[in-house]
T-cell receptor, first 115, second 114 residues
Framework: EAQVTQNPRYLITVTGKKLTVTCSQN?????MSWYRQDPGLGLRQIYY???????DKGDVPEGYKVSRKEKRNFPLILESPSPNQTSLYFC??????????????FGPGTRLTVL | AQKVTQAQTEISVVEKEDVTLDCVYE???????LFWYKQPPSGELVFLIR??????QNEISGRYSWNFQKSTSSFNFTITASQVVDSAVYFC???????????FGTGTSLTVIP
């Protein structure tokens, strides 16, 4: 089944404890992206990747890191989480954005709470 | 700067009523793409439509229709004969031709009352 998977789905952690949220897609998509969803703010893009080894900042990159060593994986790293990073996180992928933005397919979301 | 505005935060309708969700966007590009996504109470994001700026024809898919008007920078979404299963948060999004970044609106929460 074609899908985007995220792990963990739920995570409660404490301030300053490094964590990684994994994202994997099995559709051979080139483009991948991370978003956070907060009440009243909609979805905001954190980072995106056009292809392997190519990543760039979205609108709200502060406090996050990403890497794209393989086409299928795009982990989101919080080196020192803070309470304001408590949010619902979505990973997404699309076939390619070379000829214009393609339809993104989203993972199920990761609900992160930072105490 | 790119921006998507969904001014309607919450809408409630009675089942079988028609409802229109508004989306207004700002962009300096002449080539761009617009999207609608649905987020039901279960939380996943479901793709509904992708439209490029050169295609101004309205689109109909079953009970769903979209009205794209470049003159007013709007891409509104209408649900005809609403059903309880349409209850969800709906997001409008914009991406320019380079396709690198996506800009989402704040969403409209639709409740369909049986």
């Amino acid at each position: 089944e074609a899908q985007v998977t995220q792990n963990p789905r739920y995570l409660i952690t404490v301030t300053g404890k490094k964590l990684t949220v994994t994202c994997s897609q099995n559709m051979n998509h080139e483009y991948m992206s991370w978003y956070r969803q907060d009440p009243g703010l909609g979805l905001r893009q954190i980072y995106y990747s056009m292809n392997v080894e190519v990543t760039d900042k979205g609108d709200v990159p502060e406090g996050y890191k990403v890497s794209r060593k393989e086409k299928r994986n795009f982990p989101l790293i919080l080196e020192s989480p803070s309470p304001n990073q408590t949010s619902l996180y979505f990973c997404a992928s699309s076939l390619s954005n070379q000829g214009g933005p393609d339809t993104q397919y989203f993972g199920p979301g990761t609900r992160l709470t930072v105490l | 700067a790119q921006k998507v505005t969904q001014a309607q935060t919450e809408i409630s309708v009675v089942e079988k009523e028609d409802v229109t969700l508004d989306c207004v966007y700002e962009t300096r590009d002449t080539t761009y793409y617009l999207f609608w996504y649905k987020q039901p109470p279960s939380g996943e994001l479901v793709f509904l439509i992708r439209r490029n700026s050169f295609d101004e024809q309205n689109e109909i898919s079953g009970r769903y229709s979209w009205n794209f008007q470049k003159s007013t920078s709007s891409f509104n979404f209408t649900i005809t004969a609403s059903q309880v299963v349409d209850s969800a948060v709906y997001f409008c999004a914009l991406s320019e031709f380079t396709g690198n970044q996506f800009y989402f609106g704040t969403g409209t929460s639709l409740t369909v009352i049986p």
